[in-house]
């Protein structure tokens, strides 16, 4: 079983920055594609950023040029650094695992709010 937890989220005002840390329990983690994702209420989960154990890195349009997604194998951690920050990116965000047999594990969020 992986346990993911998610923390760095609060309350800032828009044009402000955030970093979001998730810090995994499975040594496998640097083996692994870590994803950020993020669910604002009433709407579905979506991806905002990708990083593979090689480095290649995926973001969703609405977050390139203001969002850094990176980790740290020797911490199994995967960070989001996250600037320019607008009220559209309030939401609840999670990370997501993925093992050799595609199964997924997610964290328990932590929350961003923007304010305008």
């Known amino acids: 079983q992986v346990q993911l937890m998610e923390s760095g989220g609060g309350l800032v005002q828009a044009g402000g920055s955030l970093r979001l840390s998730c810090a995994a329990s499975?040594?496998?983690?640097?083996?692994?594609?870590m994803g950020w994702y993020r669910q604002a209420p009433g709407k579905q989960r979506v991806l905002v950023a990708t990083?593979?154990?090689?480095?290649?890195?995926v973001y969703t349009d609405s977050v390139k040029g203001r969002f850094t997604i990176s980790r740290d194998n020797a911490k199994n951690t995967v960070y989001l650094q996250m600037t320019s920050l607008k009220p559209e990116d309030t939401a609840l965000y999670y990370c997501?695992?993925?093992?050799?047999?595609?199964?997924?594990?997610w964290g328990q969020g932590t929350q961003v709010t923007v304010s305008s």
């Open positions: 997501k695992y993925t093992n050799w047999v595609n199964e997924d594990y």
């Open positions: 499975t040594s496998t983690f640097r083996f692994r594609t």
């Open positions: 990083i593979s154990r090689t480095g290649d890195i």
